[in-house]
């Protein structure tokens, strides 16, 4: 067991650890790696090893730099294609074999942890407090939204569940990583906080975050080492989508008041 920042988790597969680098390292900005692949149609390139996020889970893929030794440019966007992660570019593409030197746009990183960590807050004190899962969500840097199935949802209930959020980030929780096999989180059925099952019975072991004395999960996204550093945040919106389903938007606020 780790912090986001203090790789390596133990039980973390080494392949993972050494190729996606954000899985045990939250707070690396900056890497080197080597070129493995170039997709000059697609303005693209894969690399041996990265930082950047991909994006999944809702999570928004991470923005930043390549830079090598005779050119440079802005990564627009990080997804994964066949399983492998890519790299697009806008500009020129390094050659293949070429090292190259990553730099994560540190601030938007940064903020997608923060908010990351929040909605999990969010996951805690519904499950603590109503028993339910969540049973949809998204996010953005600096705001995002989860659904629960709820059979009603007020602007009294935001402000409570806001108060309660907020109540949880003061109590500065640790949140550690660890990696779990799949037989020992069949049998925590709170480590996969889901109405549904979706996380396919390849991936074993299974990556969790753990918000010490609140919630823990099942989860492959960024966060932050404390929940204090998250800071405080605003229910901005309750909502109905339907019978029995019932979302609360959020977001981070830059200062705490």
């Not at 994560?104 to 990183?109: A, I, K, N, S």
């Not at 899962?133 to 998204?138: D, E, K, L």
């Not at 550690?176 to 099952?197: K, P, Q, S, Y």
Request: glycine share 12%; net charge negative.
């Amino acid at each position: 067991m780790a912090v986001p920042g203090r790789p390596v988790p133990e039980g973390a597969p080494r392949d993972l650890a050494e190729s996606e680098l954000f899985s045990v390292d939250a707070y690396l900005r900056e890497f080197e790696a080597a070129v493995e692949e170039v997709d000059p149609e697609a303005g693209r390139v894969r690399l041996g090893r990265t930082a950047f996020y991909p994006g999944g889970g809702g999570q928004p893929h991470d923005l930043g730099t390549l830079r090598w030794a005779d050119g440079s440019a802005p990564v627009t966007r990080v997804g994964r294609d066949q399983g492998r992660i890519w790299h697009w570019l806008d500009g020129a593409l390094p050659d293949p074999g070429a090292t190259v030197e990553g730099a994560l746009d540190w601030d938007r990183r940064h903020l997608t942890m923060r908010t990351h960590t929040a909605l999990h807050i969010l996951c805690g004190v519904m499950w603590a407090d109503h028993g339910v899962a969540v049973t949809g969500g998204n996010m953005d840097p600096g705001k995002g939204r989860l659904d629960f199935p709820l059979p009603s949802m007020s602007a009294e209930f935001g402000r409570q569940v806001e108060a309660r959020i907020n109540e949880e980030i003061a109590r500065a929780h640790r949140i550690l990583v660890e990696f779990v096999g799949r037989e020992v989180a069949d049998e925590d059925h709170a480590l996969i906080r889901t109405a549904a099952n979706l996380i396919p019975r390849e991936i074993d072991p299974l990556r969790v975050i753990d918000i010490v004395g609140l919630d823990k999960q099942a989860d492959g996204g960024t966060h932050v080492l404390s929940t204090d550093e998250v800071g405080r945040v605003r229910v901005t919106g309750t909502e109905s989508k339907g019978k029995g389903n019932k979302r609360v938007r959020l977001e981070v606020l830059d200062t705490v008041s």
